[in-house]
Nanobody, 115 residues
């Protein structure tokens, strides 16, 4: 039943980098936008980044210039490259896909930025 699977999270020092992956089932068409959200301790879930099939991209102000979203259509996998990580980036990161009939979420992957 799992149709979105995130991976790549972990513990990293401030200023470090991580690359998250979101692998989607073949049943989820590549035409739909992919997005990343995150939820930090004691905080509400917030938007991080989104990419469309034709390359339209938008980011939350808090991650602009540090995070890069991309997608490999052949692999039906979205990525989030994160650099210059800060303690405030600590959160569970979730992959999201909205189709015309369903909303999909991954199980989340933990990113912890700490020394």
């Amino acid at each position: 039943q799992v149709q979105l699977v995130e991976s790549g999270g972990g513990l990293v020092q401030p200023g470090g980098s991580l690359r998250l992956s979101c692998a989607a089932s073949e049943s989820i068409s590549t035409i739909y936008p992919r997005a990343w959200y995150r939820q930090g301790p004691g905080k509400q879930r917030e938007f991080v980044a989104r990419i469309t099939r034709d390359g339209y991209i938008n980011y939350a102000d808090s991650v602009k210039g540090r995070f890069t979203i991309s997608m490999d259509i052949a692999k039906n996998t979205a990525y989030l490259q994160m650099i210059n990580l800060k303690p405030e980036d600590t959160a569970v990161y979730y992959c999201n896909v909205d189709t015309i009939g369903n909303e999909y979420w991954g199980q989340g992957t933990q990113v912890t930025v700490s020394s």
